[in-house]
């Protein structure tokens, strides 16, 4: 397995430099904030470069942002604004489009300050907050906006048959990724929490053949030599952005001496349990799939089916604990943390830790407090 | 048939402890400030506790760390958090202890508990100062008391004025103009206590309180917050006699239910 995470690392080690060489080829590259309501299959089918901007957990981006907004927004997107800003995240200085879902005013935050102050060209996409057929027709309608701004940028029509191959690489894709989440129904799980997460964070950035291909060979080593893990504490860890380089409490958790199983979160985790269906109208699918089937985030109204869906994943994974952690100031996360717990405990027996981060490295020592508290009380 | 002796220091961000443990009770323990070397401190700490217990080291069986610093202490056979060793700590000590309220230098925290003093739940505010042993510190001095009359005096006010900032910084400001507009000292300290001690209350709500409360921590000595918690939670409110070592405490009740460590 370590040999495999290793090659994930070297393969992203040199995507930027692909990714400029790609550029120079006259390639284009659309970035998208990662809540997992883009559809890649557009950019792709457009013969353009999807890049996740799936980074976070640094505070230096998060104190970047400052001169630019106030303090009161998610940690997550403010580190972004940071980020395009300054060029930390060398990806914001690739792209030719920043497609960014709005879902909430966090989200709505990145997409106006970096387009007041950097040269990104931004494309807004409104995602509603009600699954209705109004709803469906409204994102369905940004679908097709985002498709003809990708056929603008890249100057390629983009034809039913390039959508449909695209639409089958990144089911494939989805369709692996669930495979390995589903072998850690099983205890111990045959993968550490912390290397689930490098893959499912890999795949917002990877070459997507590259991507498929490590997959499978991560499927074939499991099923041939499950890691080692000793039974522990089972733990889904759920909230709302698990971010690419925010390691701390992923860390924090398996030192405890408890073995993340899945992961449930608005950015940063692709939502891989849908898969899109083809037929005629291939762009109403896709939103079918992105939109109506997924699991909705916490800022959607009712919140039940989120909450439906994480004791569905408590049963189903045989969880004994749950970490709810939640960034800094997104407070429809907040609002859930405080009556959940109680359904959850009625429900399923299953306690649940809150934690909360605003990216800042003196939170680690009293995370590490809770963390390992509620571990030992769970091994009890 | 060796003497059954463990121990169990507490490294926390203003003070620190070390408890040594026989079969029949306490038997020696110091407290100390930990300053800005924890690992000299722990050894200082044990050396001390050792001495006043009149044990040498090597009888001790196994040793328990906890506390923030818990990780700095080379010679503990584990680590355990504080969370879980005040519980433990202040369920041998009242055996009805159901909730702790511990207000230490740099924290809160409030826990809930099993009738064997295992943790159910807990809440903790480590976000800033507010309401710790490190604001009370300040505004003593904004004050010019004592620290540990603080508590005394602010009960010698019939009511207390309202302060509204609980940031340590602001807090302090709002003392100087209240100290400025007039108003008695004895006031402004009752209203200091009040603040903290709702502050306390509000986090408490959130878990399922249930009596009897201990009170522990370095500011469990402040009579002042004792009788406020006392009002809000409309019960009384148990205190140790050194309400400082009961993490400490709690440590060596874990190192003597592990057993000896294995040598």
Request: with cysteine.
């Amino acid at each position: 397995m370590k040999e495999l995470t290793e090659k994930l690392l070297s393969h992203l080690a040199t995507r930027e430099h692909e990714i400029i060489q790609a550029r120079r080829e006259g390639r284009k590259v659309v970035g998208y904030i990662p809540g997992g309501y883009l559809p890649e299959e557009i950019v792709i089918a457009a013969g353009a470069i999807p890049i996740g901007l799936v980074r976070g957990g640094d505070h230096s981006a998060v104190e970047l942002s400052s001169s630019y907004i106030c303090r009161w927004f998610d940690s997550f997107c403010r580190a972004q604004i940071g980020y395009g800003i300054s060029g930390l995240d060398p990806y914001y200085k690739l792209l030719d489009l920043l497609a960014i879902p709005i879902t909430d005013n966090h989200t709505r935050a990145i997409s106006d300050v970096l387009d007041y102050n950097t040269d990104i060209e931004i494309f807004p996409f409104g995602v509603p907050h009600m699954k209705e057929e109004s709803a469906f027709r409204y994102y369905l309608h940004g679908v097709n906006k985002f498709k003809e701004k990708a056929e603008e940028i890249t100057g390629t029509r983009i034809s039913y048959s390039k959508l449909r191959e695209a639409i089958l690489l990144c089911n494939k894709e989805r369709e692996l990724i669930k495979k390995i989440s589903m072998l850690r129904t099983s205890d111990p799980p045959p993968l550490s929490g912390k290397d689930f997460v490098a893959l499912n964070h890999g795949s917002f950035v990877a070459d997507k053949a590259f991507m498929i291909g490590l997959l499978e060979s991560v499927v074939t080593k499991i099923e041939e030599d499950p890691l080692r893990i000793q039974k522990r504490p089972r733990i889904l860890l759920t909230g709302s952005t698990l971010a690419m380089g925010d390691s701390t409490v992923v860390n924090l958790i398996e030192e405890a001496g408890g073995n993340i199983v899945i992961e449930e979160f608005a950015e940063g985790i692709r939502p891989y349990w849908e898969n899109v269906s083809t037929g005629s109208d291939l762009l109403a699918l896709l939103a079918e799939a992105y939109f109506m089937k997924r699991v909705p985030p916490a800022w959607f109204r009712p919140g039940r089916e989120r909450l439906d869906f994480l004791i569905e994943l408590v049963k189903r994974f045989k969880v004994d604990g749950v970490i709810w952690y939640q960034l800094m100031f997104r407070e429809s996360y907040k609002t859930e943390s405080y009556y959940f717990p109680k359904r959850l405990k009625e429900e399923a027996s299953v306690p649940m830790l809150v934690l909360e981060s605003d990216y800042d490295p003196s939170e680690a020592g009293p995370m590490q407090t809770r963390i390992e508290t509620f571990i030992y009380n769970l091994g009890k | 048939m060796g003497k059954r002796i463990y121990a169990g220091i507490d490294i926390g961000s203003l003070s620190s402890e070390a408890v040594i443990l026989g079969e029949n009770g306490i038997l020696g323990y110091s407290v100390r400030n930990t300053g800005a070397d924890p690992q000299r401190v722990a050894q200082e700490c044990m050396e001390e506790a050792l001495a006043r217990a009149n044990v040498a080291k090597e009888d001790v069986l196994s040793i328990v760390a906890t506390g923030y610093g818990r990780i700095r202490v080379p010679f503990a056979d584990r680590e355990i958090t504080e969370i879980t060793c005040h519980a433990k700590g202040a369920h041998f000590l009242f055996p009805e202890t159901r909730t702790v309220i511990d207000i230490g230098g740099q924290d809160s925290k409030v826990i809930t508990l099993d009738e064997r003093g295992a943790v159910t739940d807990f809440a903790m505010n480590d976000r800033c100062a507010a309401g710790t042993g490190r604001f009370l510190e300040v505004m003593a001095t904004a004050l010019e008391t004592k620290l540990s009359e603080l508590g005394q005096r602010s009960l010698e006010a019939k009511k207390g004025v309202p302060i509204s900032s609980m940031c340590t910084v602001f807090a302090e400001s709002e003392v100087i103009s209240l100290i400025a507009e007039g108003k008695r000292r004895e006031e402004i300290m009752r209203g200091l206590h009040e603040a903290i001690s709702s502050r306390v209350y509000r986090m408490a709500k959130k878990l399922r309180v249930k009596k009897e409360i201990t009170f522990t921590g370095g500011v469990a000595k402040n009579q002042g917050i004792v009788k406020a918690l006392e009002v809000l939670f409309k019960m009384p409110v148990n205190v140790p006699d050194e309400p400082q070592i009961v993490g400490a405490l709690g440590a060596a009740l874990y190192a003597r239910s592990a057993g000896p460590r294995a040598r």
